[in-house]
């Protein structure tokens, strides 16, 4: 698999950590509008749920592929993958942290 192609695909599931981010983001921003002020047992395990659903699904996007390719014996491809989709998410990153800055 060539580089370019590499990057793209690591493009496409850094915007899909990015986007699953941004949704879990806005439903904790808005969570006493919709479920409305909860202070018991069930919110403390609704965050806990939310939260490893959130390790699972990113780390599918970001560690998946390059797990498959590696078994795949696709070593330096596999590496280079991740590297890629790292350095994307590093890109948002700083995006994110500029807007913040901006917006200030």
Same mark, same amino acid.
């Given at each position: 698999?060539? &580089? $370019?192609?590499?990057?793209?695909? $690591?493009?496409? =599931? $850094?915007?899909?950590?990015? !986007? =699953? !981010?941004?949704?879990?983001? *806005?439903?904790?921003? &808005?969570? /006493?509008? +919709?479920?409305?002020?909860? /202070? &018991?047992?069930? @919110?403390?395990?609704?965050?806990?749920?939310?939260?490893? +659903?959130?390790?699972?699904?990113?780390?599918?996007?970001?560690?998946?592929?390059? #797990?498959?390719? =590696?078994? /795949?014996?696709?070593?330096?491809?596999?590496?280079?993958?991740?590297? =890629?989709?790292?350095? *994307? +998410?590093?890109? *948002?990153?700083? #995006?994110?942290? @500029?807007?913040? !800055?901006? !917006?200030?």
């Amino acid at each position: 698999m060539k &580089n $370019s192609e590499l990057a793209k695909q $690591s493009l496409a =599931y $850094s915007l899909g950590v990015v !986007i =699953y !981010i941004f949704l879990v983001a *806005w439903l904790m921003s &808005n969570g /006493d509008k +919709l479920f409305g002020k909860v /202070d &018991n047992v069930l @919110s403390g395990v609704a965050v806990l749920l939310v939260f490893v +659903l959130s390790a699972a699904v990113t780390g599918s996007l970001v560690f998946g592929k390059p #797990i498959l390719m =590696y078994l /795949d014996g696709k070593r330096k491809e596999a590496v280079k993958m991740l590297g =890629y989709t790292l350095g *994307w +998410l590093f890109f *948002w990153l700083v #995006i994110f942290f @500029s807007l913040m !800055i901006a !917006i200030r």
